[in-house]
């Protein structure tokens, strides 16, 4: 009778134990990645289902054309009063995106698709698989305006050459406050190395996106020419729990990193209703992401997402 007792004592509880992971493991492996599109047709599907896009998955632009748009507005056509505020969604997939736009038309990304500025956009190279789907590639080209195999970046381990400057150094050298904040390291000690070297005062190391958030409004508020800033925290939730539009983990990240970006902007218009600043506004994504990981070749990982307060494309 005693050890009876005894036996229920342990086994009721480590059954309990036993059973809420088996739930929770389940859920996690085989329910969140099941909460989006698991082929490039569902995917092209579902974009396509999307009415706010300004552009198809046929036409999509390349994330390299961003750096002429950047230096058309900052350096060539710059009476003096143009500024620049961009801001990066890591790993945001286009689906999600396009929800938001859709289901929240007062968010940042929902009132520049009202203007007619949401497009569709690639990385990876200009064939696919040149260079991976990560974020040092995709930064090495929205910042140059080059593949990584011109410019030497051509997955997360590479650093870009220093004969290929960023917009970042151009806009300093023609006399432009300029910052980068963000809190993946390695934009830093690997990607953009021999430019943080050179140039120290452009890149400003944080800790975590509320880091880089206070880094970006500083800079808004201190008279900062261009502001550009990179949220980690949905790359981060799409690797623990799958890049999938519907999963509700990855959606609260995409979700906070608007808050973060609705500040911003706000600062931004701010200053532009009460100066002659023209404030040039562009929020995209470097890569998707499928499963919980990207790199790879699929529309999944190498479609990205542009939304601007102005038209370019
Ligand atoms: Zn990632």
């Known amino acids: 009778m005693k050890h009876k007792t005894l036996l229920k004592a342990i086994l009721i509880p480590v059954g309990a134990i036993a059973l809420i992971a088996l739930l929770l493991g389940g859920t996690w492996l085989f329910v969140l990645p099941r909460l989006g599109a698991s082929s490039d047709e569902d995917?092209?599907?579902?974009?396509?289902?999307?009415?706010?896009?300004?552009?198809?998955?046929?036409?999509?632009?390349?994330?390299?054309?961003?750096?002429?748009?950047?230096?058309?507005?900052?350096?060539?056509?710059?009476?003096?009063?143009?500024?620049?505020?961009?801001?990066?969604?890591?790993?945001?997939?286009?689906?999600l995106a396009g929800t938001r736009a859709v289901e929240y038309p007062n968010s940042p990304i929902g009132q520049f698709a009202a203007l007619g500025?949401?497009?569709?956009?690639?990385?990876?190279?200009?064939?696919?698989?040149?260079?991976?789907?990560?974020?040092?590639?995709?930064?090495?080209s929205l910042f140059t305006g080059t593949w990584g195999l011109q410019n030497g970046v051509l997955n997360n381990r590479g650093t870009l050459s220093p004969e290929v400057p960023t917009i970042l150094r151009s806009m300093h050298e023609h006399g432009l406050r300029v910052?980068?904040?963000?809190?993946?390291?390695?934009?830093g000690t690997v990607n953009f190395r021999h430019e943080m070297e050179q140039f120290p005062t452009m890149f400003d190391f944080a800790r975590g996106d509320a880091g880089?958030?206070?880094?970006?409004?500083?800079?808004?508020?201190?008279?900062?020419?261009?502001?550009?800033?990179?949220?980690?925290s949905i790359d981060t939730w799409g690797h623990i729990t799958g890049f999938n539009y519907r999963n509700p983990f990855y959606r609260r990240a995409f979700v906070?990193?608007?808050?973060?970006?609705?500040?911003?902007?706000?600062?931004?218009?701010?200053?532009?209703?009460?100066?002659?600043?023209?404030?040039?506004i562009i929020l995209l994504s470097d890569h998707g992401g499928i499963g919980t990981d990207h790199g790879g070749t699929t529309l999944m990982e190498n479609t990205i997402w542009i939304a601007s307060n102005q038209g370019f494309f």
């Open 43 to 95: 995917f092209t599907r579902q974009i396509h289902a999307q009415t706010v896009w300004q552009n198809t998955m046929d036409n999509r632009v390349p994330i390299t054309a961003l750096h002429n748009v950047m230096t058309r507005h900052m350096i060539a056509q710059n009476d003096g009063a143009n500024r620049l505020l961009l801001i990066v969604y890591d790993g945001a997939l286009a689906t």
């Open 117 to 140: 500025n949401l497009w569709l956009g690639y990385t990876g190279g200009a064939t696919p698989g040149d260079q991976t789907t990560d974020t040092s590639p995709g930064f090495a």
């Open 179 to 187: 910052r980068f904040s963000y809190s993946w390291r390695s934009h």
């Open 212 to 232: 880089t958030a206070d880094s970006m409004l500083d800079a808004i508020l201190n008279g900062y020419h261009a502001v550009l800033g990179s949220f980690e």
């Open 256 to 280: 906070r990193t608007e808050a973060d970006a609705a500040g911003l902007i706000a600062a931004a218009q701010a200053r532009a209703d009460s100066t002659d600043e023209n404030w040039l």
